[in-house]
Nanobody, 120 residues
Framework: VQLQASGGGLVQTGGSLRLSCAAS????????MGWYRQAPGKQRELVVT???????TYGNSVSGRFTISRDNAKNTVYLQADSLVPEDTAVYYC???????????????WGQGTLVTVSS
C-alpha cells in the first residue's frame, strides 16, 4: 500500500493550497483517510479525517479554514487549505485506515509527507 501526497509548497499569509493524496496497492476497503501535520519541534497533530461515509473530524486549529473532500472511486482525498497563516507551516502527512483483505483488522498507513510553508 502506498499513499502518494502532492500539492505542498510555499504560499504567503492569507493564501491557499490544495493538497491531494492517493492510496494505491492492495486495498480491500478504506475506513478513513485524512491529514496530520507536524511543525518543527512539535508533535504530530490532527488536521482532518474523513470516513468512507463522509464523516469529518477537524483539528481545532484549522476548523473553518480547511476543507477535506474524498473521491472514493479513486481512493483519493483532497485538502483545500484557505486563509493560511505562518502557524500552518508544517510537514503534512497523508493518513489512511484501511484493510488489505477481507479478513483481519484495518491498519494505519502514512504517506511520505509534503511540506507546506506559509510566509509572513
Amino acid at each position: 500500500v502506498q499513499l502518494q501526497a502532492s500539492g505542498g509548497g510555499l504560499v504567503q499569509t492569507g493564501g491557499s493550497l490544495r493538497l491531494s493524496c492517493a492510496a494505491s496497492g492492495r486495498i480491500f476497503s478504506i475506513n478513513a483517510m485524512g491529514w496530520y501535520r507536524q511543525a518543527p519541534g512539535k508533535q504530530r497533530e490532527l488536521v482532518v479525517t474523513i470516513t468512507s461515509d463522509g464523516i469529518t473530524t477537524y483539528g481545532n486549529s484549522v476548523s473553518g479554514r480547511f476543507t477535506i473532500s474524498r473521491d472514493n472511486a479513486k481512493n483519493t482525498v483532497y485538502l483545500q487549505a484557505d486563509s493560511l497563516v505562518p502557524e500552518d507551516t508544517a510537514v503534512y502527512y497523508c493518513y489512511a485506515d484501511l484493510k488489505t483483505g477481507f479478513y483481519g483488522r484495518s491498519s494505519d498507513y502514512w504517506g511520505q509527507g509534503t511540506l507546506v510553508t506559509v510566509s509572513s
